[in-house]
């Protein structure tokens, strides 16, 4: 059975998005787009690989679908101070990742411990925010992390190159 790759149906996707782009027949930002490209990528690769027991790959899709709506969240909505939502954020998308790894396979329940205590540490981390001082170090890290995100696809591109079971 041949079998879509969604890495590589996002890059077409992509592909053809710049190229509109390029042509001046889409208005949008290069932040818009990846962030867009990483919804796409999310879902197509969570729809192609649940129930397949493929861990990896489903963390994968999960993390860069919340990413992208994180992405989506701070460019198309006014937000104050971005950096009270950033570490936060990343802990419910890392605990969004094991909740879909547990639904995968419901005999892990490991995943789902994991999971609770991750979004917990996300919800207490916004709501005690300004009490600690680690939080908010924590957060501006976070936030310029953030502000290079765009060589996490190279990271996650090295990755696909040396790995070709994916």
Do not use: C
């Not at 005690?128 to 924590?138: A, K, T, W």
């Amino acid at each position: 059975m041949n079998r879509v790759s969604p890495l590589a149906l996002t890059f077409i996707v992509l592909g053809v998005i710049l190229f509109l782009k390029l042509f001046g027949e889409i208005i949008a930002s290069e932040t818009h787009i990846y962030g867009n490209m990483l919804l796409f990528y999310g879902i197509v690769s969570v729809f192609m690989n649940m129930g397949k027991q493929r861990k990896g790959v489903l963390f994968l899709g999960v993390f860069s679908f919340m990413l992208g709506v994180l992405l989506y969240v701070m460019n198309n909505f006014d937000i104050m101070s971005t950096n009270r939502m950033i570490l936060p954020a990343l802990f419910f998308i890392f605990g969004s990742g094991f909740l879909f790894i547990y639904f995968d396979d419901l005999s892990e329940t490991i995943f789902l411990i994991i999971s609770i205590l991750l979004i917990l540490a996300g919800y207490f981390t916004f709501a005690f925010y300004d009490s600690f001082e680690l939080i908010r170090f924590s957060a501006s890290i976070s936030k310029k992390t953030l502000d290079y995100w765009e060589y996490l696809f190279i990271i996650i591109g090295v990755g696909i190159i040396t790995d070709r079971r994916i």
